[in-house]
Each structure stands twice: as C-alpha cells, then as structure tokens.
C-alpha cells in the first residue's frame, strides 16, 4: 500500500475514484507507477500549486546549487518557519543516507561523519547545513532537509534538493610592487579564495629577514558564491632585501597550499665599494689593475678614480669598473667613488703594496769607546731585507761580537758590538727578493765624540751666560731709571766748552742756611774741582738717557750764575731743588 501526502483541502473523490481505478483494472506494478506520476501532475494543476515548495503550509528557501573550495568549508543555507529539530539527507532513489542528525549522530553516513552541523536557530527558522573540509568525493552530491521528523504532520521535501558544486583548491596569489626605493614602504598582498565565510584559512608569511616591525591587514570580498580573503603587509624597504624572496602559504584544515615566490627589487645607491686588485703586490716602478665593485641598484654607470702620490691627488673619471694604473711608486693609495642613478658611494683609501730594493738609511753609524765598537746599520726595504756585516775583509763575525736586529713596518735595523781597534773598517749589506745595497760605516772615536760634545755644551753655556747678564743689567737700568722730567741739583754735570773728552763735575751746592761765605769762596764759582773718581763715573755713563735732560738743565743754571757773579760778585743758591741723588744716575 502506498501513501501519498496531500494537502487537508484534498478533493476526497479524486483519491476514491483513483483507487477503484486500480481495483477495477488490476493495474500491473508499471501502469501503477506511471498512473501515479500523470495523477500528480494532474492533481499539480487541478490545485494549482507544487507539492515541491509547498506541503502542510511548510514553506522552506534553500538554494538549488552551492560551490565548495576543497579542502574549505561549504555552507548551504536553509530558511524556513520555527521549529524542533531537522535532519539533512543526502538525496538517493532507493534508501535514505543521513548527513546530519544532531540526534542520532551514529547514523550519519561515514562519509559525512565529524564533518557536519547545523548553524543558526532553530527557533528563529535557520535550517542551514555546513560541511567542513570539502572533499573532492563530495561534488555533485544532492542533499534535502526533513523538519521536525517525529512530528505526525511532517513531511519530506525530498523534491526541493541543493547540489553540491566541489572546484579544486587553488594556491595563493602574492602580489608586490615591482620596484621599492630603499626607505620606502612596501606593500604585499597575500589572496586566497574559499568557501567558508565563517573560517577563513589562515595565510603565513615568509618574508626577509630585514623586514622588520611590519603590519598586516586581513578582509574578505564575496565573489559568486565565494569568498576571497586578502591579507596586506606592509613595513620599510631596506637595501638588504634586494633579491630577497618572498611568499606566502594558506593553511586549511587538512592541508597547507603556497604561492609562488616573489623576488624583491630594492633600488638604492652604492653602499658598499671595495677595491678589488688583479694581483696582491706590486714592484715599485710597475703597473698594476684595480676593479672597483659596488653594492648598489641598478649597477653604477660612472666610477672617478682618485690617486695619491707623494701628498698629490690625482683625479680620473671612467665607464669602467676595472682601471690599470701604471709606474707605481711606493706609498701609493687609490681611492674609488661609483656613481648610479640614485646616488654615490666610495671606498676606503686602498694602500698598495709596493715592493722595493733594499735601501741603507743614512742614520747607519759606528762608534768606538775604547777598544768596544759599536755598529748600527738601519735598512728600509719591501719585502724585509737580511743584514750581512763585514769587518776588515772578513764577513764572518768575530766570536767576540754579539749581534741583533729589530724589525718596524719596513725598516730593519741590525746592531753589532765587539772589541775592535780604531782602524778597523766595517761595511753592511743589506738583500732581499729584489736586490741588495752596501755602505761602508766610518768609525768614530770617543776621544773626538767626547771634544765635539765639550765645545758644543761649551758654546751653549757661553751664550746663556751672555743673555743671563744682558738680563740683569737691563732689568737693573729699568728699576733705578728716575721718572721723566725730574732734576737732581745735587751734584753737576756739565761738559766743558772747546773738549769733547772730558766731564767735569761742579761740587756740591746745599740749600743750607749755616753754610759760611768761607766755604763757598774756596770754591771756584767758574770752574769746580774735578774729581777724578766722578770723572770715570760720569765718563762711563755720559750718554745714558737719564742724564741727557739733566745736561741741558744744569748748563743753563751754570750760565744764569756765571753771569750773576760777574755782576754782582756775589754767591747766591741756585732756586731750584731736586729729589734725586747724584748717584742714581751715575749708577744708571
């Protein structure tokens, strides 16, 4: 017996008359079945509704097709009225596969086990159905729902299904500018389609190592059904990351799918410039090529080269990397500078190894203290040069000498000592790789050492001595030098009329009072007494400053008084007075 659900405002003598049908007729099992498809179409049209959306007054809105992303989540949505419970089946002509029973979860076909639920409310009508990690097995497989299943008035829309549409999974895209400037920002975009709104794959980044304090962005963008999920990073370009690869992998639940490598084109200028030589060493004299090599993008178009000989620079500009320089001398430098499109960079001063003959420095010597001799012989030479001593003809050294040497940066200076006589003649040679040079070392005594030595201390004593003296007097004339413009009256220096070789000295005048007419007659008032030891004093001093303006004074008080004599006959004092003595301007 077959049942078939109808609506309550069902016509019952359509279902009387179609059962006499098949009483009357005895129907064989395949007319049944074809009578039955043409009766429901039919009674379709006769009620004008499909039993396909509606039964019961159940109305339900899913959609006829969904996609999944293998190895994503697909989610097929499902609204109807409030309810208890659903059950989801996978659709089959014969037998009934669950694929969800959140009642009875032994019953879910393997296929489907641990993979299923359903999302929303059911009090709020949300039927919808999600499957996690899509499989390939799963494509194009029909699924319906079945509301409140334990209820008498349910019923099975088993006509209304939703095909399952299953595409290959796809990697991730990446996506960089094709050109950053060093210090810029860099952005990278990281893209990868699924069908799972809810859970989105997780996207990794592998990115350079000198990309640091870097940001990521993460949105989604729905796309036909599909979702596309973007994450954006972002940090500052360094120059170090130039040819750095980046990429970036999506991790689903069940696998993990990458992108393609990105390779990273900074721009930046020459940072790093080294010279770079064809050959490590050089002889004094020859050529030699030096590359200069920079780190830099894009590569340098112009390189100036710099050269420096002897404190002078010399300055080339060239195309090329590689430049040969020619008749080296030793000390030699070379510097290089590169030139591209973003900026410039040079190197360190380069110091060329130049190789030189051995050359004896004139600081080379001999010395004799007594019967002791002593030889030093200094060599410059590039590589280090071997020392050979000779004395006398011999170039053995005899076995009462003891020798060494120490060595600086290309200079060796080797030392013998010994007894040896005063005439003995000592020479060194000097070799290495590139040739050999030799001098003959005069010897010197003590004795003469010791008379040069004495005459030089003794000259320098002598002229220490003489500056000392020349000092003293000096500062001596400077402290007892009287004022500008003072007189002494004291004692007169006056120069006599008609002789330019003698002074003569007038005697003493004092402003005393007790001083008797005796006194001043024995005194000539025309021309004083000399005194022989005033004479040499004034002698001695006759043409110091200090007594020039004293001079000049006194000669025309000794005029004024003169005359005053010769008209009076009488002594009278001079009017002036004075503050000095006599003797400090004979001391002067």
Known sequence: MYRIYTTQNHNNLTLVTLLQLFQTERCTATTFFMGTARLLKLLSLFMG??????????????????????????????????HSRVIWYKYHNTVYPVVYDGHSPHKVEDQFEGRTSVVGKATEGNC?????????????????????????????????TVTISVIERKAP????????MDGDILQANCSIIHSCPSSPPSLLWSKSQFLKNS????????????????????????????????????????????SQQKTLDILYKPVTVTLMLAKKAVTEGGSITVECAANCNPPPHTYTWLKREMGQITKITSTLSRKPFINITRDTFILCIAH??????????????????????????????????????Q???????????????????PSSFSAFSTNQTHVLSGVISGQAQSHSKVSCTATNTLGNSTKKLSVNSSETSFLSTWLTVSIILGFAVLFGCTVLIFRKCSRDRPPPGSV????????????????????????????????????????PESNPEVESRVSDVYDNDCVTDFHLIRAQQLHSKETAHLREGQKQSLDKTVDCNTDVYLNC
């Not at 029909?142 to 209304?160: A, E, G, L």
């Not at 895209?173 to 950053?180: A, D, N, P, R, V």
């Not at 060599?379 to 050294?397: F, R």
Request: proline share 5%.
């Open 49 to 82: 509704f499909s039993v396909l959306q509606q039964v019961r007054g159940w109305v339900i809105s899913v959609p006829k097709t969904v996609t999944a992303v293998e190895g994503s989540c697909v989610v097929v949505p499902c609204q109807t009225q409030p």
């Open 173 to 180: 895209t990446i996506s960089i500018q094709e050109q950053i």
């Open 488 to 527: 002494c009256n004291n004692t007169i220096l006056s120069r006599p009329q008609g002789s330019s070789d003698s002074v003569q000295l007038q005697s003493p005048i004092y402003n005393n009072p007790q001083r008797s007419e005796e006194d001043d007659s024995q005194s000539s008032p025309y021309r």
């Open 379 to 397: 060599v410059e030479a590039h590589p280090d040069a071997v020392i050979h001593w000779t004395i006398d003809g011999n170039d053995t050294l």
């Open 215 to 258: 940001t990521v962005k993460a949105f989604s963008q729905e796309m036909q059904g599909q979702w596309l999920y973007t994450e954006t990073l972002q940090g500052l370009a360094m120059y170090e990351m130039h040819r750095s690869n980046m990429m970036c992998s999506a991790q689903f639940s069940s696998f993990t799918t990458k």
């Open 340 to 377: 591209n499109d973003i900026g410039e960079g040079q190197s360190d001063w380069l110091d060329l190894d130049v190789q030189y003959a051995p050359v004896i420095l004139p600081k080379s010597y001999c010395h004799l203290t007594g019967e002791v001799l002593k030889c030093v012989c």
């Open 128 to 160: 919808t159905l999600k499957i996690n990690d899509v499989r390939s097995a799963d494509n194009n497989i029909k699924v319906y729902v079945w509301i409140n299943p334990d209820s008498k008035s349910t019923q099975k829309f088993h006509h209304q």
